[in-house]
């Protein structure tokens, strides 16, 4: 074992000599990633390595920042040809914005740039045909409009599973709590006041589908933003948000006023598409979050069920107070169906979960004695060498045990290794940690021990364990011989315990 430490460090230290002759034959660190590797094949360069320069990125996104602003100042002077204009050239200008990051991305990360620039394309097309006389075209500008919204949508859909892939639970709250949302923000203030044009027929259902999907993703995006607060998440969020006021003013209201508003929010969504893409931290929106335990508490299941039966009670309270009489099922339905529901639900998770933590017990616990396995114990010494701790190796093996299972039977053995267990536990202190390694061999692992500490506790476990333990056929008395390694810098669990085992034997041996 020794011998594969020593070759490993070798290695390492060539590593690190050939790394330190590369830089000093001029070569970048950066270079290294396009070297062949693999039998010849190249790996992709990481985002990072792919770099606009700090001062020239912070003028481009000043200068794109000033000219939406003067795009978004101009719009409510402009007649209707002219507000066209500024729409076409604002969905326009995004695009090369959005090229850029798409630059800056590696080539298997770049989807979601792509359907941006597509989605600004169908847009931008639209946009034209608006300008253009005549019915056809005008409808045909809302279509490719349409679709182009749901690449928008389709994208943040991606950026949202690339990025929450690992805490999926907790997004899928987020989406379920903001669709709810939606519902009450449809059922209570946009379904009332649609205008005319859109209270029947495909406008009415687009514009439903658009809220809710919309409503949804900004929910799931929201849950990210709190994850990685970094500055291109929430201007992806900003845009969304400002996409959904821009379509649903005009849908409920002929105020020029605010006919207008929505206008210069249309061009603010361009607008913080293009700063996305410009600005240096939307290449990080495709990268994993860290992943944490998910867990369906109380609480969880308390919010999940309001979101789910408040569109119920909404629409069923509307429907009641308007005189129909099915509201009153839906409203006592949604009150008595889904907490019970939700109740099951929280029973099958408790079943689960505990569950989960006999197998994670099993896994890692000795099934006689409850003290750690083999495995565990090595993996928890390994982190506790690793975060620097001051660590002390205990072997421990049972004298006369061979005797006792001869004279009471395996199953009486049984029962004096679980008391031995026990009297483990209660001599360790509290930091520290017992393995039963088989048979009648046990090891501790002391953790911020003085050499002292590490005596006084290895007597204790002796005299615990010499204590007399009754057993059915009488009473019977084993004995400890012990052993003890330090741990140094250069020992590694496994090593630590050889050394332990090692004096263990020296010290049986010579008090035979």
Not at 248 to 266: D, E, F, K, R, V
Not at 315 to 330: E, N
């Amino acid at each position: 074992m020794r011998a594969k430490v020593r070759l490993s460090r070798l290695i390492q230290s060539h590593d690190a000599a050939a790394l330190a002759t590369l830089r000093v034959k001029g070569m970048p660190m950066g270079d290294l990633t396009s070297r062949p590797r693999n039998g010849g094949q190249y790996e992709e360069p990481a985002e990072s390595a792919i770099k606009v320069q700090p001062h020239r990125n912070k003028v481009m996104r000043g200068g794109y920042l000033a000219a939406s602003l003067l795009l978004i100042a101009l719009y409510p002077f402009l007649p209707a040809a002219g507000r066209d204009t500024v729409l076409l050239v604002a969905s326009l200008g995004a695009i090369p914005a959005v090229l850029v990051v798409r630059h800056r991305t590696r080539p298997s990360r770049r989807r979601p740039w792509e359907l941006v620039l597509a989605a600004l394309a169908l847009v931008s097309a639209g946009n034209l045909l608006a300008l253009l006389p005549g019915e056809s075209a005008a409808s045909l500008g809302s279509l490719l409009d349409a679709v182009g919204n749901v690449f928008v949508l389709a994208t943040a859909l991606v950026v949202v599973m690339r990025q929450g892939r690992d805490r999926v639970g907790s997004i899928i709250d987020t989406t379920i709590a903001a669709l709810a949302v939606g519902g009450v923000l449809w059922e209570m203030l946009l379904a009332p006041n649609l205008i005319p044009a859109y209270q029947t027929g495909p406008a009415k259902m687009a514009l439903c589908v658009v809220v809710f999907a919309l409503c949804g993703v900004v929910g799931a995006m929201a849950q990210l933003v709190i994850i990685r607060p970094v500055a291109a998440m929430r201007l992806l969020v900003t845009a969304l948000v400002l996409a959904l006021f821009a379509y649903t003013i005009p849908a409920t209201t002929t105020n020029p006023q605010l006919s207008t508003a929505a206008g210069m929010m249309l061009v603010g969504v361009y607008t913080a598409v293009g700063l996305v893409g410009l600005d240096p931290t939307a290449v990080e929106l495709l990268n994993p979050v860290p992943a944490r335990p998910d867990r369906l508490s109380v609480r969880r299941l308390v919010l999940l069920g309001l979101a789910i039966t408040i569109v119920p009670i909404v629409v069923g309270a509307r429907q009641l107070f308007g005189g129909t009489d099915g509201g009153l099922a839906l409203l006592i339905s949604s009150a008595t169906i889904t907490p019970l529901v939700l109740l099951r639900v929280g029973q099958l998770s408790t079943q689960r979960d505990q569950a989960v933590q006999a197998l994670e017990h099993a896994a890692t616990h000795d099934a006689l004695t409850g003290l750690l396995n083999r495995r565990e114990f090595v993996s928890r010494s390994s982190e506790a060498l690793a975060r620097g701790h001051r660590c002390a190796i205990l072997f421990c093996d049972l004298d006369r045990f061979k005797a006792v299972n001869d004279r009471f039977g395996h199953a009486n053995g049984d029962k004096l290794l679980i008391e031995v267990g026990r009297r483990l536990r209660e001599s360790v202190r509290a930091q520290d940690f017992a393995s039963r390694f088989g048979g009648d061999e046990f090891v501790i692992l002391l953790q911020d021990a003085t050499l002292d500490e590490v005596h006084a506790i290895n007597e204790r476990i002796i005299d615990a364990i010499s204590r007399p333990v009754r057993m059915p056929g009488g009473v019977v008395t084993v004995g400890a011989s012990t052993g003890i390694a330090l741990a140094t810098d250069e020992l590694d669990p496994e090593e630590l315990i050889a050394r332990a085992d090692h004096a263990m034997y020296a010290a049986k041996t010579s008090s035979t």
